[in-house]
């Protein structure tokens, strides 16, 4: 069963730190480029990163750059993305998704507030 199941989200205050993780199982992980998207209430999803298969190739939507880092383990079929400088329009729900396969989890809840 190819699935994907996120973790690690919370409530910080803004300025915090979070790291979301992403395990994976039932397809050859390292075959395949994976991606963060996240959904504020109310509003539509959004892509947020992008890691190649092997991590070597990176790409961030402009308002996360420079503080959002995503990174994976292939080892532990595992992708991964650390959040630094959180602000309170980070809020929403983070999924991981691969699309070619049409595996996407259920996501885990961020909130930024004071």
């Known amino acids: 069963q190819v699935q994907v199941v996120e973790s690690g989200g919370g409530s910080v205050q803004p300025g915090g730190s979070l790291r979301l993780s992403c395990a994976a199982s039932?397809?050859?992980?390292?075959?395949?480029?994976m991606h963060w998207y996240r959904q504020a209430p109310g509003q539509e999803s959004a892509w947020v990163a992008t890691?190649?298969?092997?991590?070597?190739?990176?790409d961030y939507t402009g308002s996360v750059k420079g503080r959002f880092t995503v990174s994976r383990d292939n080892a532990k079929n595992t992708l991964y993305l650390q959040m630094d400088s959180l602000r309170p329009d980070d809020t929403a729900v983070y999924y991981c998704?691969?699309?070619?396969?049409?595996?996407r989890g259920q996501g885990t809840q961020v909130t930024v507030s004071s």
């Open positions: 039932g397809f050859t992980f390292s075959n395949f480029a």
């Open positions: 998704t691969q699309p070619n396969l049409g595996v």
């Open positions: 890691i190649s298969t092997t991590g070597g190739s990176t």
